[in-house]
């Protein structure tokens, strides 16, 4: 049994999805924090679905984030497309040959995003930043992950990035990557079974009305497990709230393209949903 999350700014409201449409409200029975620390967050899921009322939703409205103080983390360079586009941007630099080796290495790169206040959600704004020149999405499939390091959801994630400023340098990745507005997931989190390798990921930027760029991979392109991922994560780590942890990405814009404030990227997770955002300058 499967279940999708939707949090507003009031409220939490459930899906099963063995009964799509029918949302029940759980907000007096749920806490995202609870939900990371449970030994089985789909008991906690579907108690809380049982306990709450039948209400109404327009799962296309704005909507926050679905977490609580849990962190978000993200790999890199686990999709081919992903470990190209890397090479490219440090060329110059010198520093293409890391991103070679990480991506036949046992150990994965992993990085820190994003606290919980620094996330944003459905239809709201993320950003890139004034002193960058070159900027792109990243549609990654991400994680979710209990206390115990127990994969049990996902969700969709946009994970924003200055190819500009993590070119120049390796060592700038963090100011690459976190910033204010530089993370997004929703548009909900789905407790229960994982996409199959055939599940596709897809992406779509609107400038103006019409479409800049497009493209679409599959999760069976990921070149790391799942529990693989979540395992190197907590190696060495804990984390008390649980965590979210992007995978990859496998959509990369040509290096010709970069996002310009006013534009509007929407990923689409097959069994998942659409995020979208539309971006602004901080």
């Given at each position: 049994m499967s279940f999708r999350i939707f949090r507003t700014n009031a409220s939490i409201l459930i899906e099963n999805m063995d009964s799509p449409g029918v949302f029940r409200d759980a907000t007096d029975h749920f806490s995202f924090n609870n939900l990371f620390t449970s030994p089985s967050p789909e008991n906690y899921t579907g108690s809380a679905y049982r306990e709450g009322s039948e209400a109404s939703f327009n799962s296309e409205s704005a909507l926050a984030p679905p977490i609580?103080?849990?962190?978000?983390?993200?790999?890199?360079?686990?999709?081919?497309?992903?470990?190209?586009?890397?090479?490219?941007?440090?060329?110059?630099?010198?520093?293409?040959?890391?991103?070679?080796?990480?991506?036949?290495?046992?150990?994965?790169?992993?990085?820190?995003?994003?606290?919980?206040?620094?996330?944003?959600?459905?239809?709201?704004?993320?950003?890139?930043?004034?002193?960058?020149?070159?900027?792109?999405?990243e549609p990654e499939l991400t994680l979710a992950i209990n206390s115990e390091g127990k994969v049990f959801g996902h969700t969709?994630?946009?994970?924003?990035?200055?190819?500009?400023?993590?070119?120049?340098?390796?060592?700038?990745?963090?100011?690459?990557?976190?910033?204010?507005?530089?993370?997004?997931?929703?548009?909900?989190?789905?407790?229960?079974?994982?996409?199959?390798?055939?599940?596709?990921?897809?992406?779509?930027?609107q400038r103006n009305g019409a479409t800049v760029f497009a493209g679409e991979t599959q999760v069976s392109q990921l070149k790391r497990g799942f529990d693989e991922l979540a395992g190197f994560l907590f190696r060495s780590n804990e984390f008390c709230h649980g965590a979210y942890l992007m995978t990859g990405t496998g959509v990369v814009p040509d290096s010709d393209f970069t996002l310009l404030a006013g534009d509007q990227v929407s990923i689409t997770i097959e069994g998942i949903g659409t995020l979208t955002n539309v971006v602004e300058v901080v």
């Open positions: 609580g103080d849990q962190e978000v983390w993200a790999a890199g360079v686990t999709y081919f497309r992903s470990r190209t586009a890397r090479m490219e941007e440090a060329e110059t630099a010198g520093g293409d040959v890391f991103y070679d080796k990480v991506y036949d290495a046992e150990r994965p790169e992993l990085f820190f995003k994003a606290t919980a206040p620094r996330t944003r959600g459905h239809h709201d704004k993320v950003a890139i930043r004034s002193d960058s020149t070159w900027d792109v999405p969709v994630g946009n994970d924003m990035s200055s190819r500009s400023i993590e070119g120049e340098n390796p060592l700038y990745l963090p100011q690459a990557k976190v910033y204010t507005g530089s993370c997004a997931i929703g548009p909900c989190l789905v407790v229960g079974e994982s996409p199959g390798p055939d599940s596709s990921i897809s992406i779509e930027i």
